[in-house]
């Protein structure tokens, strides 16, 4: 499938896991992404979870008048996403459009009506000068 796949099934995944700790998975989610897709969403997964204190801190520092606590779960694991995606794989000078447009396209599927501009924002500011 593609990569836009891979970071749904990874925000699918971590949002479940903020649900019930004890998931692993999602039962059929997966199947239809290729090896290079799952290693990704794989990778994405694994760079959320060992580095989040990181992570919080990083987007914590990035958001004006809200606590980690007010956000919104699939806002704020669209968020981590993306920030561990730009600080932990890959290149990011090239990568930081593909990276912002991504969460916000997120965003706009899955999260609230205004969402993805409030994604938008914070990732904007919690990017730049990297």
Same mark, same amino acid.
């Given at each position: 499938? /593609? +990569? +836009?796949?891979? *970071?749904?099934?990874?925000?699918?995944?971590?949002?479940? *896991? %903020?649900?019930?700790?004890?998931?692993?998975?999602?039962?059929?989610?997966?199947?239809?992404? /290729?090896?290079?897709?799952?290693?990704?969403?794989n990778?994405?997964? *694994?760079a #959320?979870? %060992?580095?989040? %204190?990181?992570?919080?801190?990083?987007?914590?520092?990035?958001?004006?008048?809200?606590?980690?606590? !007010?956000?919104?779960?699939?806002d704020?694991n669209?968020? $981590?996403?993306?920030?561990?995606?730009?600080?932990?794989?890959?290149? !990011?000078?090239? !990568? +930081?459009? #593909?990276? $912002?447009? %991504?969460?916000?396209?997120?965003?706009?599927?899955?999260?609230?009506? /205004?969402?993805? +501009?409030?994604?938008?924002? #914070?990732?904007?500011?919690?990017?730049?000068?990297?």
């Amino acid at each position: 499938m /593609s +990569r +836009r796949s891979a *970071r749904e099934y990874a925000l699918k995944v971590l949002y479940s *896991r %903020e649900l019930n700790p004890e998931t692993e998975a999602i039962d059929g989610e997966g199947k239809s992404l /290729s090896e290079k897709d799952k290693d990704f969403a794989n990778a994405l997964i *694994r760079a #959320v979870t %060992e580095h989040k %204190e990181p992570l919080d801190t990083l987007l914590q520092g990035h958001l004006k008048h809200w606590s980690l606590s !007010q956000l919104n779960v699939v806002d704020k694991n669209i968020l $981590l996403l993306a920030l561990a995606e730009f600080n932990y794989l890959g290149d !990011q000078a090239s !990568q +930081r459009k #593909v990276i $912002l447009n %991504e969460a916000i396209e997120m965003a706009k599927v899955y999260g609230g009506d /205004s969402s993805w +501009r409030f994604i938008n924002g #914070v990732l904007d500011e919690a990017m730049k000068g990297k």
